[in-house]
C-alpha cells in the first residue's frame, strides 16, 4: 500500500499543476464512488441514490476555533453536499461505516461532514451518470406540454426513491417497479372552498400492470409504507389505482434503474371516468 502511495505520489508530481489537480479530484470521486457502493452493498438501489444526490465533496483543513489539547493540530474534514433530505437522513445513519470505508479507500480525514447543497450547488451533480438525461421525449414535446411532462416525471422519480426505501431488499424493490409498465397520477379534487396548493396537493396513483391481482397483493402489504416514503420527500398519495396493461403497454416500463421515469402520454383507464368513480376507489 506504502508502495503503491509514493508511486502515485510521484506520477501525480509529474504532471503540471492544473492536470494534477483534475486527477486529484477524480481519484477522490472514484474512492467515494466506490466507498458508498460498499457501504450500501445490501441495498445498490440505495447507493445509487446516495450517489444521484451527492452535488459535491472537498478535503480541506478544519478552520474552525477550537479548543483542547489539541486545537494546535490540523483537522481534516470530509465534506459531501447532498441536495435531498431523505438521503441525508439515510447518510447519516451509515456515516460511521462510509467513513470506515472511504479510510480502506485510501482517503485521509477526521472527520466526514454532510452538507446541505444549496442555491447553485443543487444543480451541480458529481455523477451524472447516476442522475440520468431527461427522456427525448420531453424535448421533443411542444412547448405548452413539456411543465405537465416534467412534474410527471419528478412524481415517478420520488415514487421510484419512495419503493427503494420502502424495501429493505434492492431486488424486492425493483420486483416490483420493473412489472409496472405504466404509471401516472390523477389530482384528488377539492371543494374550491379547500382549495389545495401545489404543496400538499395529494393525488391518486394508478399503475398498469401484467398482472393486477399479484401488484394488489403486494401493494396492500406495502403501500402504506411506500405512501410513508413517498410523503417525506414532498409527494402525498391517497391511494394506489391497480389497471390491466393494455395491448400498447406491453414490453414497457414506466422505471429505469438508471435515468429518469418515463410517464404516460395518455390515460387510457381513468381519463373518462367521473370525479365520484375515481373518489369512490
Not at 447507493?47 to 477550537?66: F, I, P, S
Not at 441525508?88 to 446541505?116: C, N, S, V
Not at 403486494?218 to 391511494?239: D, F, M, N, P, Q
Amino acid at each position: 500500500m506504502e508502495r503503491l502511495s509514493a508511486l502515485s505520489k510521484q506520477f501525480l508530481g509529474s504532471l503540471g499543476p492544473e492536470a494534477a489537480k483534475m486527477m486529484r479530484i477524480q481519484q477522490i470521486k472514484e474512492r467515494y464512488r466506490v466507498a458508498v457502493k460498499r457501504t450500501w452493498r445490501d441495498n445498490p438501489a440505495a447507493a445509487d441514490l446516495v450517489l444521484a444526490h451527492t452535488n459535491g465533496m472537498y478535503v480541506a483543513k478544519d478552520e474552525r476555533l477550537r479548543t483542547g489539547p489539541d486545537k494546535h493540530k490540523d483537522r481534516i474534514i470530509f465534506g459531501v453536499y447532498l441536495d435531498d433530505p431523505v438521503v441525508r437522513t439515510e447518510f447519516d445513519a451509515r456515516q460511521q461505516l462510509l467513513a470506515f470505508a472511504l479510510r480502506q479507500e485510501g482517503m485521509g480525514f477526521d472527520e466526514l461532514r454532510i452538507l446541505p447543497a444549496k442555491w447553485d450547488m443543487r444543480q451541480r451533480h458529481a455523477f451524472p451518470e447516476y442522475w440520468g438525461e431527461q427522456p427525448a421525449a420531453s424535448a421533443a414535446a411542444p412547448a405548452a406540454a413539456r411543465p405537465r411532462a416534467a412534474e410527471d416525471v419528478q412524481r415517478l422519480d420520488t415514487l421510484k426513491k419512495a419503493v427503494c426505501l420502502a424495501f429493505e431488499d434492492a431486488d424486492d424493490a425493483w420486483a416490483v417497479l420493473e412489472r409496472i409498465e405504466g404509471a401516472g397520477f390523477d389530482a384528488v379534487r377539492a371543494p374550491a372552498e379547500m382549495a389545495q396548493s401545489e404543496h400538499n396537493q395529494a393525488y391518486w396513483c394508478h399503475v398498469y400492470v401484467e398482472d393486477p391481482t399479484a401488484m394488489k397483493a403486494v401493494l396492500t402489504a406495502h403501500g402504506e409504507a411506500i405512501k410513508s416514503k413517498a410523503y417525506r420527500l414532498g409527494l402525498r398519495l391517497r391511494a394506489f389505482v391497480v389497471h390491466q396493461a393494455t395491448p400498447s403497454m406491453a414490453g414497457l416500463c414506466a422505471f429505469r434503474r438508471a435515468g429518469h421515469s418515463v410517464p404516460l402520454t395518455v390515460h387510457p383507464s381513468w381519463a373518462t371516468e367521473s370525479k365520484s368513480a375515481r373518489s369512490s376507489k
